[in-house]
């Protein structure tokens, strides 16, 4: 039997703090979060609070909960549950899913900004072709923002300068071996640059670099 959570409330109105967030080539993006209050089922139309804290409704097309390490589609979830939910495409870490009639946000949680970034370019050397099957930089584009709709720690620029490619930044160097290795298993050939630490500029001109605590 489920125990919620003492924070939990049934009966209030719904409200979920999307934690993270997933795709699929069927469903679409998926928001993933744990029910703060309230109950909701399939087909129920709820209202969404980003960042502009203005609400926009959807319907919820599909609910699934954690059963281990697998997935069941649900009916109906409530307060406690752990729920991936369907049918919100322009969602992001830190929105609000809400009650269309009472929307209320909760307070937003934030994702940490890239550290380090990566140029990728199609390969144009003469010997192109010949490892992999996807070469043309349109489906490399293609691949590399569809990873953004799994991995929001990744954002993909478009170069502007001579050397054109894409810039990928993410959180660590380990992060795009990672992303490297999938793409290139999966048939895509590109060349790589080398890793830069991602600098700023603060309000006092100084120059500053990403710094983690432990």
């Given at each position: 039997?489920?125990?919620?959570?003492?924070?939990?409330?049934?009966?209030?109105?719904?409200?979920?703090?999307?934690?993270?967030?997933?795709?699929?080539?069927?469903?679409?993006?998926?928001?993933?979060?744990?029910?703060?209050?309230?109950?909701?089922?399939?087909?129920?139309?709820?209202?969404?609070?980003?960042?502009?804290?203005?609400?926009?409704?959807?319907?919820?097309?599909?609910l699934?909960?954690?059963?281990?390490?697998?997935?069941?589609?649900?009916?109906?979830?409530?307060?406690?549950?752990?729920?991936?939910?369907?049918?919100?495409?322009?969602?992001?870490?830190?929105?609000?899913?809400?009650?269309?009639?009472?929307?209320?946000?909760?307070?937003?949680?934030?994702?940490?900004?890239?550290?380090?970034?990566?140029?990728?370019?199609?390969?144009?050397?003469?010997?192109?072709?010949?490892?992999?099957?996807?070469?043309q930089?349109?489906?490399?584009?293609?691949?590399?923002?569809?990873?953004?709709l799994?991995?929001?720690?990744?954002?993909?620029?478009?170069?502007?300068?001579?050397?054109?490619?894409?810039?990928?930044?993410?959180?660590?160097?380990?992060?795009m071996?990672i992303?490297?290795?999938?793409?290139?298993?999966?048939?895509?050939?590109?060349?790589?640059?080398?890793?830069?630490?991602?600098?700023?500029?603060d309000?006092?001109g100084?120059?500053t670099?990403?710094?983690?605590?432990?």
């Open positions: 039997e489920k125990i919620p959570a003492p924070d939990c409330d049934d009966d209030a109105p719904f409200q979920m703090l999307v934690a993270d967030l997933d795709y699929s080539d069927y469903l679409g993006r998926m928001a993933i979060g744990k029910i703060r209050s309230g109950k909701v089922t399939n087909n129920d139309r709820l209202a969404i609070i980003g960042k502009d804290g203005v609400p926009k409704p959807f319907k919820v097309s599909q699934q909960v954690y059963d281990g390490t697998s997935l069941n589609i649900a009916e109906s979830v409530s307060a406690g549950d752990i729920v991936i939910m369907s049918g919100v495409s322009n969602v992001f870490i830190g929105d609000t899913i809400c009650s269309a009639l009472e929307p209320a946000a909760l307070p937003r949680i934030e994702v940490d900004e890239p550290t380090v970034s990566m140029r990728i370019v199609p390969n144009n050397s003469p010997l192109s072709g010949r490892e992999g099957k996807y070469v930089g349109s489906k490399i584009l293609e691949r590399l923002k569809k990873e953004t799994r991995n929001v720690a990744l954002q993909i620029v478009e170069a502007t300068d001579s050397e054109g490619g894409y810039i990928v930044k993410g959180r660590g160097e380990f992060q071996a992303l490297i290795e999938t793409m290139r298993r999966e048939g895509f050939e590109f060349c790589v640059g080398r890793a830069k630490v991602i600098f700023k500029t309000e006092n100084n120059r670099e990403p710094m983690e605590h432990v």
